[in-house]
């Protein structure tokens, strides 16, 4: 079963605009984490950020910001004022701390930006 | 740049031949994972090793296998490739806690003709 779950497959912005990524997540680890990684064009996956789930503080670094809702399983990722550098696809991770995890990330399906001018 | 590196960068080989993935991780991380990205999987994780040691399996073929050597780099072994085997093939690093961040190589295209 799918334990992480990014609905939107493609959001489309013009330049400025904000963009908010949807992630759910499910599982039954008291102690797990969470992450996004950015894909660009050329392929490679870039870290973002790593959340464990006893810290729901809301982040911010730069024009990106994350909302963690333990209550609603929920992990979103906030673009603010977009710019066509932006363009990728954006992939939200689970991992559990289950005896077989071992770090192993789940991740969800991506969601692609496109950010035009 | 995230400090992990994987040869070569591509691969076009046919049905039913063997290839190896290489990957070197971070100075100084222990662990290494391998991932793989198709259009109709996704990313999936197929295996992780530690200081040499498998600790843990995904979902990774019996055709695959994969080993850590002493000086830490890892390799990735396909056998008898099938079509359905193209994919972007990652690796990826971390420290010595499995649940700290994994930095990810440029990856290897592999494309099975």
């Known amino acids: 079963a799918q334990k992480v779950t990014q609905a939107q497959t493609e959001i489309s912005v013009v330049e400025k605009e904000d963009v908010t990524l949807d992630c759910v997540y499910e599982t039954r680890d008291t102690t797990y984490y969470l992450f996004w990684y950015k894909q660009p064009p050329s392929g490679e996956l870039v870290f973002l950020i790593r959340r464990n789930s006893f810290d729901e503080q809301n982040e911010i670094s730069g024009r990106y910001s994350w909302n963690f809702q333990k209550s609603t399983s929920s992990f979103n990722f906030t673009i603010t004022a977009s710019q066509v550098v932006d363009s990728a696809v954006y992939f939200c991770?689970?991992?559990?701390?289950?005896?077989?995890?071992?770090?192993?990330?789940?991740f969800g399906a991506g969601t692609q930006v496109v950010v035009t001018p | 740049d995230s400090g992990v590196t994987q040869t070569p960068k591509h691969l076009i080989t046919a049905t039913g031949q063997r290839v190896t993935l290489r990957c070197s991780p971070r100075?100084?991380?222990?662990?290494v994972y391998w991932y793989q990205q198709s259009l109709d999987q996704g990313l999936q994780f197929l295996i992780q090793?530690?200081?040499?040691?498998?600790?843990a399996k995904g979902n990774i073929l019996e055709r695959f296998s994969a080993q850590q050597f002493p000086d830490l780099h890892s390799e990735l072994n396909l056998s008898s490739l099938e079509l359905g085997d193209s994919a972007l093939y990652f690796c990826?690093?971390?420290?010595?806690?499995?649940?700290?961040?994994?930095?990810f190589g440029p990856g290897t295209r592999l494309t099975v003709l």
């Open positions: 990826a690093s971390s420290g010595d806690n499995p649940y700290n961040e994994q930095f």
């Open positions: 991770a689970l991992s559990e701390t289950s005896t077989d995890s071992w770090g192993k990330l789940q």
């Open positions: 090793y530690y200081n040499g040691e498998e600790r």
């Open positions: 100075s100084g991380d222990l662990s």
